[in-house]
């Protein structure tokens, strides 16, 4: 069956920028996550909804950083004015649900900021 | 501070003999492990994972190890195939509520044919 998805595969923006990133996750699965991987890094967590809620959000370093799930499948993730230590890569994850110790990732977005 | 640490940021190993890639963790709270292989510009592939009740898990070529005392836990590959040069990290999760995972900074392995 389908993976986890997430769009775009690139985003290159420049500093102050708002940009959207989509992650759309296994068909089922009820537990949903955001990590950042920085270069030479392993992922680091962001946020965890379980269903429509964020039940977790920890993780995010500001309050530039923001990640919504309204109908409890597709979650975007929101950063505004958009810093260049923001680069990296951002990946989404899935799981059947919150109890569930195993994360289905997806390909991940690279965002650029320049 | 650096709860799940991969010491080894790279490993050599000769195709057809055993790969050994450990970690080390901090967190006496997390309740699972989890070994992830990474190729590049793609996201992380689950492998296998271990309870923290338990100290061996075994899936095919791949077997980890879970030593609680020492904190320690190790992904053996036997035997080594040229398809499993890849970045392995290992992860943690929380525990106590917490689901979210913690990642080591990954070991580079490349299997030599």
């Known amino acids: 069956g389908a993976g986890v998805s997430q769009t775009p595969s690139n985003k290159v923006t420049e500093k102050g920028k708002y940009v959207e990133l989509r992650c759309d996750p296994i068909s089922g699965h009820t537990a949903l996550y955001w990590y950042r991987q920085s270069l030479g890094q392993g992922p680091e967590f962001l946020i965890y909804f379980q269903g429509t809620g964020a039940a977790d959000d920890s993780g995010l370093p500001n309050d530039r950083f923001f990640a919504v799930r309204p109908e409890g499948s597709v979650s975007t993730l929101k950063i505004q004015r958009t810093e260049r230590g923001d680069s990296a890569v951002y990946l989404c994850a899935s799981s059947l649900n919150h109890r569930a110790a195993t994360q289905y990732f997806g390909p991940g977005t690279r965002l650029l900021v320049l | 501070d650096q709860q799940v640490k991969q010491n080894s940021p790279s490993l050599s190993v000769q195709e057809g003999r055993i790969s050994i890639l450990n970690c080390d963790y901090t967190n006496s709270m997390f309740d699972y492990f989890l070994w992830y292989k990474k190729y590049p510009a793609e996201g992380p592939t689950f492998l296998i994972s271990?309870?923290?009740?338990?100290d061996k898990n075994e899936d095919g070529r791949f077997t980890v190890f879970l030593n609680k005392s020492a904190k320690h836990l190790s992904l053996h590959i036997v035997p080594s195939q040229p398809g499993d040069s890849a970045v392995y990290f290992c992860a943690a999760r929380g525990g106590a509520g917490s689901y979210q995972l913690t990642f080591g900074k990954g070991t580079k392995l490349s299997v030599i044919p």
């Open positions: 271990i309870s923290s009740i338990k």
